[in-house]
């Protein structure tokens, strides 16, 4: 027992350095943060506020309008909920079905084995692609090298 007492405080004298006493309290970055946030954290509150107390006011200002007006304005908002509805939808829709489609063309792909060949086949393509690309390299290479003799025997 007492083997095992002392190999925990040589494990904390090793962990902590020996020191006995610790700091309690925030650190120094915790309090700068804190008196960074503060004023940050009441600004945007204090804007909130004030947005909420203008929204609250027109709201006020404006019910009487839409009272009058709501025989047309219900009906429209309902028109123009539903165009709304329709586009989304209908995006919605187009994207689901194409992501099904290109499933289901992958999966097909896979099992009948011709996605290695696409993949050989686009390897080759690149590899022809850069060797196409040095071959004009090394013919601009030559024609500006041609180009700066005659420009110096001139």
């Keep these: ?6 190999s925990y405080r040589t ?3 090793v962990v902590r350095g020996d ?21 940050i954290g009441g600004t945007l509150l204090a804007l909130a506020g ?3 107390t203008g929204t609250v006011i027109g709201l006020c200002m404006a019910t009487p309008l839409f009272v009058i ?6 009906p429209a908002a309902i028109a123009v909920f539903m165009a709304v509805a329709g586009f989304l939808s209908s995006g ?8 099904s489609l290109s499933y289901v063309f992958n999966r097909f792909r896979q099992a009948t084995g011709t996605e290695q060949l696409d993949a050989d086949r686009a390897k080759r393509g690149m ?3 850069v060797g196409y ?3 004009k390299t090394k013919e601009t290479g030559q024609t500006i090298e041609n180009k700066a003799h005659e420009g110096g025997r001139t």
């Design 1 to 6: 027992m007492a083997d095992r007492d002392r």
């Design 11 to 13: 494990f904390d004298q």
């Design 19 to 39: 020191r006995t006493n610790y700091q309690s309290g925030p650190s120094t970055t915790q309090v700068l943060t804190v008196l960074t946030l503060l004023p």
């Design 50 to 52: 004030l947005t909420l």
């Design 69 to 74: 007006f709501s025989p047309v304005l219900v």
């Design 92 to 99: 919605a829709f187009g994207l689901t079905g194409l992501s």
């Design 127 to 129: 590899q022809d692609m």
């Design 133 to 135: 690309v040095g071959q």
